[in-house]
Structure formats: C-alpha cells, structure tokens
C-alpha cells in the first residue's frame, strides 16, 4: 500500500470531512457531555449511510473492500470534528478479529450486521491500566463467559464484544453476544464514549482463537484499532492547532496581535512539529498492514498521535487564556478527548513497552 | 520551642477542633450557597478565634501579628480542606488595598470588619474582554457625572462577582492619553443599580467566574481609590500586595503521595506500577520540583523572621507547579487505564486526579498566563529587553484594535 494518496483516497477524505463538518456541531457535543449514556446519533447514521462501516471489510460479506488508509482517513476527520461516538472503532475491531480469525459460519453470521452499522461491536481486552492484561478479567468455561469488564468503550450499546478472556489453561479470543449481560454506564469526563462496565455471568460466547495465538491475534486487532485512533487523534490535534493558529492573528494584547509573542508563535509552530510526524506515522501505519512490522508502526502512530492530541489541546487552551476555559467555547471537548483516546486501545506506557519489546526482542 | 512554633502548635490544635464542623467532610454534598453559608460561618468561627486578618493593622479589626503568622496559619488550615476560597480574592485583594487607600476610615472600618468575618465579600473587576494579559488596555470608561461619574461597559472573569457586595475596579477615565495614564481606580458597590452580574460556565462544570456588566452605573467621588489618571499604579500595587502567600508546591492539586499510593495499586505488566521506570522517574521529578519549590518558601520565610528581604524566586511556585500537576494528572489517568474514564464532578481537585486534570488550565492562566510571568521573570528578574511594544506612548484611542 503506498504512502501517497490517491485520488480516490483525497475523494473519501474531502468529502467525509464536508459530511461531518455539515453533520456535527458542538451545540449537539456539549449537552451529551452532562450524563452518561448519550452519544452522537447523527454522527452514526452518518457513519452507517456513508458506508464508513462497511468500508474495510471484504465484500463477501456486504464489505467495500478498502483498508486501513480509507478508514483512517475517515477517522482523522471524525477526530477534526470530534464526532467520534466509540463505534467507529469498536465496530471495526470487532469486525476484523471476526474476519481475521472466525470460522467461515461466524462471518456469516456476523459480519454483513457489523458491515451496515446494524450490528454494534465493541473490543473488551483491557484490565485497567494492562491493555491486553497477562491474566485476563474473564473465563471462558465451555462456551460460557464470566467476569466483569471495567470501562469497555462502545460497552453500553454494543450487541456483541470481542473478548480477550481466560480459557482451559491458555487465553482464548472470543465473541460474546451482551443481550443479557448487566451494564452499568460510567459517569466519564468524556461522556458521549458509552463507557460500560460489562457483568458477565453464564454469558454465550463463540472461541475465536486460542494458546499463544489468541495473544498475537489480540494484540493485532488491538493494534489496528490503535491506527484508527491515532488518525483521529491526528485529527483532533490538528484542529486543535489551526484553532490556535486563528485565535493568535486575530486576538491582540499591548498593541498586537498574540501571535507575535515568540512564547505562542513557537508554541503553534511546535505543535505543528507534532502534529505532522503523528500523520506520517498513521499514514505510515495504515500502508503496513499485514506486512511483519505493522505492530511496530502502529506503535509508533500511537505514541506520536497521542502526544500531538494532549499536547495540542493543552496549549491550544493556554493560547485562548480565559476564553479557552470556559464551558461554552467548547475547546475541552477535545481535551477530554484526547485524554479519553489516550487511554482507549491501550495507553502510552502499554504502546511504549510494545515498541521497544519489538524493537529489541525483549519483553518488560 | 521557638514562638513561631508555639503559634504554628496552637494555631493547628485550634483548626482541627473545627473539622468535625467545618471540613471536607462536612461539605460534602452541599450546594453552593449551602457551602457558602457554611463558609461564613467558619470566617466568623476564625475572626472570633482571633485568626482572621492575622496581619493587619488593629486600628481596621487585625491582630496586628506579622507576615510569617499568617502564613503558617495559612500552610496549617489548607490541610483540612475549609471552604475559605469564597473569601480568597476578597481579603487577599480588594481589602488590604482598600485599608491602604481608602479616603474614609470609619466607613473602611465597617467593611474591613465585615468582611473578616465573612459577612460582605468583595471582588476584582480588572479583566475585560479586550484587557486580560493586557491590563492597562482596559475599555469600560467612566465620565464625570454631577459631583460623581458614570461608569460603562464590561468586566470579564470576575471571581465571586455573584456573592460579592463590592469591587475594586479599575476603568478608563482618559482615552486621549497612553493607556497607563487614563485609568483610575474606584470601588462600586455590586448591587447599585445598573450592574448586572452573568456567570460564565467553566471547563470542570462549575460557574464561579462571571461577566459583570455596567450600565449608567452612578458613583460618587468618594468612591474613587487613586488619583484621577493614577489608576494604574493603585492596580499593580493591589497585584503585588502578598508576595508570599501560603504556597502549594502541587500547584493545588494533589499530593505526590497519592499519585505513590496510585502506582503501587496499580498493577503493569504483572508488577506493581511503582517498579516501572517510567513512573519511578516521574515521581522523582516531581518529587524534585516540589522539594525545591518548598525549600524556596522555607528559605523566604526564614528570611523575612530574620527581617531581610526575600528574593524573587517566590514567584516561580504557580508557574512551575501547576504545569506539572497538569502532566502528573495525565500520567495518573493514563496509569488507570480503562479504569480511568470515570469523573466526578463534585470530587475535590486535591484528591482526584481527573477533578485536577481539568481544572489545571485554569491555574495556568488565572492571576497572570504562564507567558507573562516567564515575561516578568525575564524582564524584571533578569533585565532581558522588553518585547517590541507598538502601543508604548500612543494615545490610547489611537492604538490599531
Ligand atoms: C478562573 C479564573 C478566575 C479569574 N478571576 C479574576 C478576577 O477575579 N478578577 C479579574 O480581574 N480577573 C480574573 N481573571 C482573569 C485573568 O487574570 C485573565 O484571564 C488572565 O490575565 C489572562 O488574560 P486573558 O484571558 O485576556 O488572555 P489574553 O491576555 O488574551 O492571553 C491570550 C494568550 O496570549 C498570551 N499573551 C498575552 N500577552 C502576552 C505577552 N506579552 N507575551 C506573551 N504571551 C502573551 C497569554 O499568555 C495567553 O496565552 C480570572 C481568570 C480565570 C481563568
């Protein structure tokens, strides 16, 4: 997959970015931010319409059979307009582990749902601060799961999970259909990623992988997830510094405009320095997939994606002095996303210790 | 043991006699006003207990101590977590600056008194839209009126504005001079007619800062705190009135402590998070920065008892240590993982991490932006060159908007 993009690619990008800027406006944001439980309707319909949902699986399955560079794409402008409701992403990793690693009759049954938006998966690995934790939260007895999944994003509204649980003896990846599983959502500083404790008892589960495989397979999905994310994060950072870049020419203090101040003029300037290795590194990311060093590259898109997101939003913030803080200018709608996305798809320390294992063979 | 010592013992038994009444414990769940009427009557508890205008004069209702007692009274009372903050700009402003400048003294009397204890509050109506940074590019303007004047227009981000009885404000008197020379100072009282008080929304939720607007508002000459055109001087003198006050070297969030505790519950990689070297660095730093910061503060203390002078250095403790609560707030909820979505918004910003997270860029711009003090460091302190300034000596009403 080339580095380049397209025509085509430029197309997806042009015009997921008029839909959403058309579809989504903070006025809609901030309420969602008072309770839990609400996400953005309108911006899902739009991802379902679009075809965003279907847009990286294959089309045996009512795919569109492009990748991880469309979608990308894709996210990077739903992370400019800070659209995201979580099943962008969840959806697709579900998705993914289910093509990559389910039987021909777990496709089929899953797979045309997940591809128009109709079915909502979520991704479940995580054990606080372990993103894909050496003793998993739940076991898999027969086809039976049980346990409890803290702080699953997408957990309030998704149909199914794919689960990293422990089996007979080794970890096995499973899908889990949540219809009877208890939910309990989380009040969050980001209220609108349905963030859920999941409560599993007894619960239907189908294996997708299992040993030292089902290891592997998690940390692949969970690497194509962090992709995404790290376009989106990409995204909110760089809105985040063109929103900074407008305030510094247009507000002044002592006869000129901020801009002019060394201290917010190299401050912008640096964010910019963020920003752009964070969109190599994702588009870097995006063309590895399935070559042997795609863990590593999306690692890397991690890393950078998120210090470019809190960095920006950070100063961005700083540069509006008063202004920047106040509940209706909306600017900490992307701080809390970029610390939501920090910790969504493993954190920094998780994509840290899995770089530098890659890089020098040896685990933490 | 020495009499600081003895004051610091007596001063910290008498405070945790009014936990039980008056902490963190008993505020919680309160509304605003219920806390706020709790926060007058633990003012009322201190002046009554002889701890309230610990260094003012006597003669205005003080107690005529000195600096250093105040300011270990004030290291001793913010372990408690006391609702003292409504009065914060109040007696750390508005009142001492109305003590010094004041024209008559038994009506300053009344109000220093009533405000230690707790009954009347004031506020500082210096920023505006167009002058926060920048505070001599103030805009609202008052016009002689009879034998008063007539203010108009527009402060911003006034603190308690919506509790306040009073304010010092600061308004133009002259456009037609360099911005420095047409401003004058005055106090208002908040409920005269024509001042309307608007919260702002702030980032955390809560609405404590406010846009006060000013129509027609009639004042006296009597009201007026500096000498017409001399307004400027009267504000940076009420900017610089308590150097040293009791600092924080967590920049008002939360101890290092607890982020300790945090990493050895928290488990990474199978081990405890406490062994991870990233977080062992992270906490030595911190640990660093703030060991230096309280040992500025010691020193100063030190020094001020000896009756010398302090050095500059005091004023790196905000600029330094909110920054860094801000990045320790971010690896705390990184370190939760999922775990670390939650948000309470009622939790405290001294214990919770993500309650410090968003509220930190608040300490960074609040009482003077990051950028400015690294300004007056490097200009005051260490004599670098001033910025290129276009609107030095240009009348006010011909500098570009
Ligand atoms: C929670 C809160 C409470 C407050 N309470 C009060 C109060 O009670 N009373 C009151 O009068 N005010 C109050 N303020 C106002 C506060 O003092 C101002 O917000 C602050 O001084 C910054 O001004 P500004 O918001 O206008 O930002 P601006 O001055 O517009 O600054 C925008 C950006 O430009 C930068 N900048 C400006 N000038 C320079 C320069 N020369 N060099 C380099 N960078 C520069 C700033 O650092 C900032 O990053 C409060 C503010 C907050 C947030």
Redesign the interface.
Known sequence: MSILYDEGQQAIATESRRVLEARVSKEELLPLLETSGRYHEGYWTTAKEQGWTALALPEAYSGLDLGLVELGLIAHQAGRSLSGAPFLTSNFGAAKAIELYGTEDQKAKWLPGLASGETIGAVAFASGANALPARPALTLTGERLDGVMTGVSAGLAADIAVVFANGPGMPVLAVAELADVKRTAIASFDNSRLYADLEFADTPAETLVTGGAAREAALHILALQAVITAHEQAGGAEAMMEIARDYAVTRRAFGQPIGAFQSIKHRIAEIYGLVELARANCIHAASREGQSDFITAAAAARISATEAYDTASRDCVQIHGGIGVTWELGLHLHTRRARSLAIEQGNLLFWEDVLVDRLTGEAA | MSDLEAYRAKAAAWLESMVPTYGKAARKGLSEADDLALARKYQKAKFDAGYAGINWPTEFGGQGKGHLEKVTFDTEEMKHGFPSFYFGISLGMPIPVLMQFGEDKAWVKERVLKALQGEEIWCQLF?EP?G???LA?LRTKAEPDGNGWKINGQK??TSWAHYSDYGVIVVRTDPNVPKHKGLTYFWVDMKAPGVTVRP????G?DSH?NEVFFDDVKIGDDHRMSPVGGGFAVAIATLMIERYVATDSAGFGPHLDLFVELAKD?????KP?IE?G?IRQQIARNYAMRSGLQSITARAMAMMQAGMTPGPEGSLNKLVAVRSR?KLS?LA????????????DHASQKEDW?SS??NA??G???GG???TL??TIAEKILGLPQ??????G?PFNQ???
């Open positions: 920023s167009a926060g940074s920048d590019g911003v981000w702002i929304k702030l980032v939720g800062v928290t488990e990474l990689n199978g998070a991870d990233r801000q971010e909820i990184d370190l939760q993982g999922s775990d670390g979505f939650t948000y309470d993500t997270w968003i860029p608040t960074r711009i609040a932006s990051d950028e690294l300004n910025d290129h300034r276009p609107d030095k240009v500098i570009p908007a």
